[in-house]
Each structure stands twice: as structure tokens, then as C-alpha cells.
């Protein structure tokens, strides 16, 4: 469910290609929270039974800022596809950046910044966010060493 206030942008101008169909899938059962953006460019998923916090924001696309003649506004990167695995857990007022995926079964802790992949069944949370916690069958909810929250599992 996609409440009214939540927004979703879609390209940039009237006219431009898109570089992929769909350019946002929102899976089945989802519920994004209240003041949430979604801004895709290129491609955004997000599986099924995803809910997200409010105020939470999502993007495949950023400004540039390297040539000091162009105001930042007018410099754009490339776009880098996010991905959202099937029952996750963003929380309030946190943020993805491009080029991510987060996994199946992966909770983001309030007000983080997931700059990089995170893998499937862990908890991450802080900005920039790292893994703190992930499930290992048999064991359960482990915690994660701060040597290990850097470690794809």
C-alpha cells in the first residue's frame, strides 16, 4: 500500500527514455510508511511483504558534484538498480543509496544510511549501516563482532 502521502517519482523529464521496464516494482503486501520518497531513475525493486518506517527514502540516483563549473544541481551520477529482498524491514527515516541490495529477511534500523549491499536474514542499523546481527541455522540471532559487520555471509 502506498499511502497518499507518500512520494514516487518516476524519470526526470517529460520525453526521456527509460533505461529499464519497469523502472519500480513494488511486490505484493507492502506498506510504505508516511513522508517516505521513492525517486527511481533507472530501477528500483522491492519485493513482497516489505514495510518500511515513515519517512524513509529510496533512491537509484544521485548528484554529482565533481566539475566545481556546474552547479550540483544541474550534475547527476549514473543510476545503479536498488533492490529490496521479500520481508524486510526498513526503519523510520532511513535512507538507501544506489547500488544496493538488502536482502531476504533483513530488518534496517531507524535512521540509517545503507550505502552498501547487506545480506540476507541480518539486522543492520547506523550510518554508514552495518550488520550487527544475523541468523545462523541452528544457532538462531547472533550478534556480530564489529570485525565481522564488514564480512558478506
Known amino acids: 500500500m502506498v499511502g497518499p502521502h507518500v512520494a514516487?517519482?518516476?524519470?526526470?523529464?517529460?520525453?526521456?527514455d527509460a533505461l529499464h521496464s519497469p523502472v519500480v516494482r513494488i511486490g505484493d503486501r507492502c506498506l510504505i510508511g508516511r513522508?517516505?520518497?521513492i525517486v527511481a531513475h533507472f530501477l528500483i525493486e522491492i519485493g513482497d511483504d516489505v514495510w518500511t518506517g515513515h519517512h524513509v527514502y529510496i533512491t537509484d540516483q544521485n548528484h554529482g558534484y565533481e566539475d566545481?563549473?556546474?552547479?550540483?544541481?544541474?550534475?547527476?551520477?549514473?543510476?545503479?538498480?536498488?533492490r529490496i529482498g521479500?520481508?524486510?524491514?526498513?526503519?523510520?527515516?532511513?535512507?538507501?543509496?544506489?547500488?544496493?541490495?538488502?536482502?531476504?529477511?533483513v530488518v534496517i534500523g531507524a535512521n540509517?544510511?545503507?550505502?552498501?549491499?547487506?545480506?540476507?536474514?541480518?539486522?543492520?542499523?547506523?550510518?554508514?549501516?552495518?550488520?550487527?546481527?544475523?541468523?545462523?541455522k541452528?544457532?538462531?540471532?547472533?550478534?556480530?563482532?564489529?570485525?565481522?559487520?564488514?564480512?558478506?555471509?
Open 8 to 16: 514516487l517519482s518516476v524519470g526526470m523529464v517529460e520525453g526521456q
Open 35 to 37: 513522508g517516505s520518497g
Open 68 to 82: 566545481v563549473s556546474v552547479p550540483i544541481s544541474r550534475q547527476s551520477q549514473p543510476e545503479k538498480a536498488v
Open 86 to 105: 521479500n520481508r524486510s524491514w526498513i526503519g523510520h527515516g532511513s535512507v538507501v543509496l544506489p547500488g544496493v541490495t538488502i536482502g531476504h529477511h
Open 112 to 136: 540509517s544510511v545503507v550505502t552498501r549491499d547487506i545480506p540476507d536474514y541480518c539486522v543492520a542499523v547506523g550510518a554508514p549501516a552495518r550488520v550487527i546481527r544475523r541468523f545462523v
Open 138 to 153: 541452528g544457532d538462531g540471532w547472533i550478534d556480530v563482532s564489529p570485525n565481522e559487520s564488514d564480512a558478506h555471509f
